[in-house]
């Protein structure tokens, strides 16, 4: 079965700097996403940035970058230029193509320090 | 315009009633989700529907709980005989529809809490 992994549970980062979130994954696919989801107390997830597991060009969206290597099946993303805002859970997720459920790991609770 | 909607908010019950917890979807999207999330874990899935049909309900713990979507817009999830365990934020997703990549939102969640 597959699974993510994220092993740290609690981070922290000084507003405007860079931050990097882990992330671990296993699956025996070849074929699948990737996604870090934020949650803050709202308890509404949204998504930050995705990766198709075909692309070798890592994904970026305004501040937030990842690298992706599919050999170590890690998935790590970066938050650059941190802002208050930015504080919350983060969450990975899995999703294989042909699946439709996002598997998630236990998520990362990321403060941001002023 | 509207994103997904959950009903109610937060739910207090009584070990052994039975509850139902609403999912309105954003308009169009067929595929539909439901997931739990425990404290301090992130959230784990337990159906999917595509249209009226649950394509997918091997996440559902066990046979207290049920999940319809009679039209396939507005789904509901059932729980009977509620159990202290079943204390959880129940999240709705929907999306376009389910195959390839197709993002999906969700909604604020129903807090359920079991005494």
């Known amino acids: 079965a597959q699974t993510v992994t994220q092993s740290q549970p609690e981070m922290s980062v000084q507003e405007a700097e860079t931050v990097t979130l882990s992330c671990t994954y296993d699956?025996?696919?070849?074929?699948?996403?990737l996604f870090w989801y934020k949650q803050p107390p709202s308890r509404q997830m949204i998504l930050v940035i995705r990766?198709?597991?075909?692309?070798?060009q890592n994904a970026t969206e305004n501040r937030f970058s990842v690298n992706f290597q599919k050999a170590a099946k890690s998935f790590s993303l970066k938050i650059s230029d941190s802002q208050l805002g930015d504080a919350a859970m983060y969450f990975c997720a899995y999703k294989e193509r042909s699946q439709g459920n996002l598997i998630f790991g236990k998520g990362t609770k990321l403060s941001v320090k002023p | 315009g509207a994103g997904v909607s959950q009903t109610p908010s937060n739910k207090v019950t009584e070990k052994g009633k039975y509850v139902e917890l609403r999912c309105d979807p954003i308009?169009?999207?067929?595929?539909l989700y439901w997931y739990r999330q425990s404290l301090g874990q992130g959230p784990e899935f337990l159906i999917y529907?595509?249209?009226?049909?649950?394509?997918?309900d091997s996440g559902l713990p066990n046979d207290r709980f049920f999940a319809v979507r009679p039209e396939g817009s507005v789904s509901t999830l059932k729980i009977q005989r509620t159990e202290r365990g079943d204390s959880a934020v129940y999240l709705c997703?929907?999306?376009?529809?389910?195959?390839?990549?197709?993002?999906?939102?969700f909604g604020p969640g129903t807090r359920l809490t079991v005494l």
């Open positions: 529907f595509q249209g009226t049909g649950a394509a997918d």
């Open positions: 990766q198709e597991a075909y692309k070798q």
């Open positions: 699956t025996s696919e070849s074929d699948y996403y």
């Open positions: 308009s169009g999207h067929t595929a």
């Open positions: 997703a929907s999306s376009r529809t389910s195959g390839t990549y197709n993002e999906q939102f």
